[in-house]
């Protein structure tokens, strides 16, 4: 039953490569969000959407595109990875447009993504 | 610039003793903060939440102040256990952009037997 899940756990890939990392949340929140932890723990968002559309879209290099196909689902496809995309990337969902008193963020277990 | 910065980066203690951890902020207008409790390999999970009006919350042996004036939030942890250790981030929301959510860098808390 878990609520905001996240897949692959781990991912380690070559540079040049393409990935994704797919996320879906069973909580019928409304927004949704990647966030990047580097090796300092600090998380730093990436993107949110809100009903499949965009509503943040941080500097985050174009190679980044988030997919959200449903309101329940928010994808990160990465290309021509670089080394310094080595992190752990978290998912995670809110009630409502944005985070508030009453919708705190439901966060994934993180997918750790090393680039060699 | 809305900013939170955490104290102690780190810190060691023996279980069964007290802590507290820091959070000063400078986002405006301010909402709300919340302090998140992250394990190892896990994902934040949210321990308290207070507005400006709230001086202090608990959650067990988690108590949260909040000192709206000072900007300032401290995170008391009563008789420390071993599950304690993990990583805890404060989390103020507020300023005006679309973005609302500031985090800190988080202050990794370790127990020992």
């Known amino acids: 039953d878990t609520a905001v899940s996240q897949t692959p756990k781990y991912l380690v890939t070559q540079m040049g490569n393409d990935k994704s990392i797919k996320c879906e949340q069973n909580l019928g929140h409304d927004t949704m969000y990647w966030y990047k932890q580097d090796s300092k723990k600090f998380l730093k968002i990436m993107f949110s959407y809100n009903n499949k559309e965009l509503i943040i879209n941080e500097t985050v290099p174009n190679r980044f595109s988030p997919k959200s196909p449903d309101k329940a689902h928010l994808n990160l496809h990465i290309n021509s990875l670089e080394l310094g995309d080595s992190a752990v990337y978290f998912c995670?969902?809110?009630?409502?447009?944005?985070?508030?008193?009453?919708?705190?963020?439901?966060f994934g277990n993180g997918t750790r993504l090393t680039v060699t | 610039k809305n900013q939170v910065e955490q104290s102690p980066q780190s810190l060691i203690i023996l279980e069964g003793k007290n802590c507290t951890l820091q959070c000063n902020y400078t986002v405006s207008p301010f909402s709300n903060l919340r302090w998140y409790k992250q394990d190892t390999g896990r994902g934040p999970v949210s321990l308290t939440i207070m507005t400006f009006s709230e001086n202090t919350k608990s959650n067990g042996r988690y108590t949260a102040t909040l000192d709206a004036d000072t900007k300032q939030s401290s995170l008391h942890i009563t008789a420390s256990q071993l599950s304690d250790s993990a990583s805890y981030i404060c989390v103020v929301s507020g300023g005006t952009g679309a973005n609302n959510l500031f985090f800190g860098t988080g202050t990794r808390l370790t127990v020992i037997p």
């Open positions: 995670a969902s809110s009630r409502g447009q944005r985070s508030s008193y009453n919708s705190p963020l439901h």
